[in-house]
């Protein structure tokens, strides 16, 4: 049986980027786990992030994650912090094939530093708060993932065609 694809890792490793190539690649649909949580709430996550806190947007993702993970198969593009909830770590690991776009937390400072968007960087230093994100997350990206992707430099190009790769070899998709 063919299953979702879920991408997972922290802000800014890739997952929407690759999972669009991806999903394109697959002639799957492509679900920004991010952009449904938005469209349910009706403003922007930062927004909802300042005016209600994260437990809150934390229940939201969760139910959509639900949501996403029990729908028709497809290519899921998850938050970063997805995998904080265990029940989001289940939901994605049992009813998903997860990859986890691993990246140093100084590769992601290097392309967030002039991002505003994010709402957990906005800090005095946000590379170490993106150490600490990672001291915290990795494990719990690991234990969700069925395969993990270091994504260092290559091109997006590179990093589908080694998530196609991983896919194939695991029999998740038929050889092409």
Partial sequence: MLLSISLVG???SGKTTVGRQL?????????????AIESRLGCSIREFFDR??????RDIEQ??????????VSV???????????????HLHDRSHVVYLKSTPEELFRRLRHDVSRPLLQVADPLTRMRDLFAVRDPLYRETAH??????????????NMVVMQLELSGHLPAA
């Fill in 10 to 12: 922290l802000p800014g």
């Fill in 52 to 57: 209600e806190g994260e437990a809150k947007f």
């Fill in 147 to 160: 395969f993990v992707l270091e994504t260092g430099r290559p091109s997006v190009a590179t990093l589908v």
């Fill in 23 to 35: 999903a394109r690649r697959l002639r799957l649909p492509f679900v920004d786990s991010d952009h």
């Fill in 63 to 72: 139910d959509v994650l639900d949501t996403l993970t029990l729908g028709d």
């Fill in 76 to 90: 899921i593009s998850t938050g970063g912090g997805a995998v904080l909830r265990p029940t989001n770590r289940q």
